[in-house]
C-alpha cells in the first residue's frame, strides 16, 4: 500500500509543490544558462527506468551544446572542458536536477529511489540486477546519494541501491522512514556539493590511487 498508493501521493505533492516554488528559481537559471552558452535551456537523456524501462530524464544544461550527447560524464575526455561556468555551479549544489520535478509527476520517477542509469551503462544496470535494484523507480535522491554520489564504485552503488530496494519491498511506517531519511540525509550534502566528482563514478578512489602510486614512485 505505501508503494502504490501513499509513496505515488507523495510524490505528487512533492513535485507540483516543487514546481511552484522553484519557478522564480526556473527563470532566473533559464535566463543565467542562456547568457552564459546560447542554445537550448534544457538538457534530455534516456534513462533507464523501472524494470529496466527506458524515458527522457529532463535537465538544466550544465554543459556546452557541443558536448557529445548520451555519453556519461566520467567518459569524457576531460569533462571540465565541456562544463559551462553557470553549469559548475549547478552541478555542484544539483540544482541542475530540478527539471526531474516533472519526471517524478509523469511517473517516470519518485522522490527518492536509485538515481537512473543511462541506456548505454550496461555495467551499473547488470550490477543493479543482482540486487533487485531495476525493480524499483529510480528518483531523485537515494541511498547511495547519502554514501558517497560520484565517490562510489559502481559495485558499491549498486549493491545500496539494492538496500534501498529491499526497504521498499518491506513497505509500510519502515519504508516511509527510510525514504525521509534518504531525503533529508541527502539535502546537506548536495548544498555543500559533497560527492560530486567530475570525472563521474569512483572518480575518487581513482584520484587516490594514482597519488598512492605518485609517492612509491618517488
Given amino acids: 500500500m505505501y508503494v502504490r498508493i501513499v509513496k505515488r501521493m507523495i510524490d505528487i505533492i512533492v513535485s507540483i509543490a516543487g514546481m511552484i516554488l522553484a519557478s522564480w528559481l526556473y527563470i532566473l537559471?533559464?535566463?543565467?544558462?542562456?547568457?552564459?552558452?546560447?542554445?537550448?535551456v534544457f538538457f534530455s537523456q534516456e534513462r533507464v527506468g523501472k524494470g529496466k524501462t527506458h524515458f527522457k530524464l529532463y535537465k538544466f544544461r550544465s554543459m556546452k551544446t557541443s558536448t557529445p550527447h548520451d555519453v556519461p560524464t566520467h567518459l569524457l575526455d576531460d569533462p571540465e572542458q565541456y562544463i559551462?561556468?553557470?553549469?559548475?555551479?549547478?552541478r555542484r549544489t544539483s540544482?541542475?536536477?530540478?527539471?526531474?520535478?516533472f519526471n517524478i509527476l509523469k511517473?517516470?520517477?519518485s522522490v527518492v529511489g536509485p538515481r537512473p542509469a543511462l541506456w548505454n551503462q550496461y555495467d551499473l544496470v547488470e550490477?543493479?540486477?543482482?540486487?533487485?535494484?531495476?525493480?524499483?523507480?529510480?528518483?531523485?535522491?537515494?541511498?547511495?546519494q547519502i554514501n558517497g554520489r560520484d565517490e562510489l564504485e559502481i559495485p558499491v552503488k549498486a549493491k545500496l541501491d539494492g538496500v534501498y530496494a529491499n526497504k521498499l519491498r518491506e513497505g509500510g511506517f519502515r519504508a516511509f522512514l527510510f525514504d525521509v531519511r534518504c531525503f533529508i540525509g541527502t539535502a546537506v550534502p548536495a548544498l555543500r556539493g559533497d560527492g560530486v566528482?567530475?570525472?563521474?563514478?569512483?572518480?575518487?578512489?581513482?584520484?587516490?590511487?594514482?597519488?598512492e602510486s605518485g609517492k612509491a614512485n618517488e
Avoid: C, S
Avoid at 533559464?30 to 542554445?39: K, W
Avoid at 559551462?84 to 549547478?90: I, K, P, Q, S, W
Avoid at 540486477?129 to 524499483?136: E, I, Q
Avoid at 566528482?197 to 597519488?211: F, N, R
Fill in 127 to 144: 550490477e543493479r540486477d543482482k540486487y533487485g535494484a531495476n525493480d524499483v523507480l529510480p528518483g531523485l535522491t537515494g541511498w547511495a
Fill in 84 to 90: 559551462t561556468r553557470v553549469g559548475r555551479f549547478l
Fill in 197 to 211: 566528482v567530475e570525472g563521474g563514478t569512483g572518480e575518487i578512489h581513482k584520484h587516490e590511487q594514482d597519488a
Fill in 95 to 101: 540544482l541542475d536536477e530540478i527539471p526531474q520535478l
Fill in 107 to 109: 511517473g517516470d520517477m
Fill in 29 to 40: 537559471l533559464i535566463i543565467a544558462i542562456e547568457i552564459d552558452d546560447p542554445g537550448p
